[in-house]
């Protein structure tokens, strides 16, 4: 939800907040100056970020009228973080092959390197070399899928060769750069269903590892949307190992086992997305952090919001327990699953 300030802010046109943050409109792919003279659009369809490159690097173009973009940043922290932002950028657009250090953004910037990092993660919850894996990421997926190939993708993304790129793949994509090009053509992700006191639950894998955890209460609804996440892979009721995986999890909910047993995972996230779901793993059951808890634990106790996208984005609930994160107020704020099932799973746990 957008912080009143801000969306007040927004609606009366504010100049006083140029300069504090932009927002983007959801419904126009355009990101505007808080005093921006346009009309005003609705709530539910805005995003606040705090850097016009933050905007842009989620695919939002400036506003030809009030040109956010050459925006001076009013704050010292944010203008630094801008600096940083845009120094990688240019970097990337150069297609170079050498690799952004911290060293040479400190020399660039003039602050040691120990200010540049912290500053920068103070304000966006990543380190710098985080965000410039993540913009040449960003950028090889969309080279691919204007038709490069991955060798011409992973060279305009700044990775200099495919082989970089390659080097941590499983990582970064969950699946090979190629299956990913390919709207995850190439990759073959079996799937089962199963019944629990959560209802209908869907399991899928790859050969390395459980890549989706949904749950609903019809069959063809949660296989429409494996297939959304996945459009182009060869996806097939489960004939193999995916089996031995599924029993794993209704055993595991059955039987009130303390400890989910070791289920290798093969998901896909940004670099915060995946501190955010490794620190949900270290939520013991029947336990509860906040979502304000959890950025401040990460070093980014501005992120709160972050995080609860970051949880929303979960493909695998209940193995990376995200029904473990309440609001500040002690309520349940969201599941993708719906908050009864939130609610059902601790319930459950809290009598394990």
């Known amino acids: 939800m957008i912080e009143e300030a801000k969306l007040q802010a927004i609606l009366s046109r504010d100049k006083d907040q140029d300069g504090k943050f932009v927002y983007g409109v959801k419904t126009t792919g355009i990101y505007c100056r808080p005093s921006c003279p346009a009309r005003n659009p609705k709530p539910e369809n805005i995003r606040i ?110 990775f200099g060769s495919a082989s970089r790129l390659y080097e941590k793949s499983h990582a970064r994509f969950g699946m090979t750069p190629a299956s990913y090009a390919k709207g995850g053509a190439g990759a073959e992700i079996a799937y089962a269903f199963a019944d629990c006191f959560l209802g209908l639950m869907l399991v899928a894998g790859t050969r390395n590892g459980v890549c989706a955890v949904y ?69 013991g059951p029947g336990k509860t952090k906040t979502y304000r808890e959890l950025a401040e634990e990460l070093g980014a106790p501005k992120s709160a919001r972050a995080v609860g996208r970051a949880c929303a984005t979960n493909p695998v609930s209940l193995i990376v327990p995200c029904h473990r994160v309440i609001g500040t107020d002690g309520k349940l704020h969201g599941y993708r699953w719906g908050l009864e099932r939130k609610e059902a799973l601790r319930e459950w746990e809290a009598t394990l």
């Open 49 to 158: 970020f705090k850097l016009p490159e933050l905007a842009e690097a989620e695919g939002f173009r400036a506003c030809r009228r009030c040109r956010p973009d050459l925006l001076r940043i009013a704050d010292p922290g944010l203008s630094l973080v801008r600096q940083v932002c845009q120094l990688i950028e240019r970097h990337v657009a150069a297609e170079e092959g050498s690799r952004v250090t911290l060293g040479w953004l400190a020399e660039e910037t003039g602050y040691s390197e120990d200010h540049l990092s912290r500053s920068f993660k103070k304000i966006l919850g990543i380190s710098p070399i985080d965000y410039y894996d993540n913009r040449r990421t960003a950028i090889f997926k969309k080279n691919v899928k204007a038709g490069d190939s991955i060798a011409t993708a992973a060279y305009g993304a700044g």
């Open 215 to 283: 749950f609903g209460d019809n069959r063809q609804a949660l296989l429409d949307e494996l297939v959304r996440e996945f459009p182009h892979a060869e996806i097939a009721a489960d004939v193999g190992r995916l089996a031995a995986w599924s029993k794993s999890i209704v055993d595991f909910l059955q039987k009130s086992s303390e400890a989910l047993p070791g289920i290798p995972l093969d998901m896909y996230g940004t670099a915060f997305q995946r501190r955010v779901w490794q620190a949900l793993l270290d939520i």
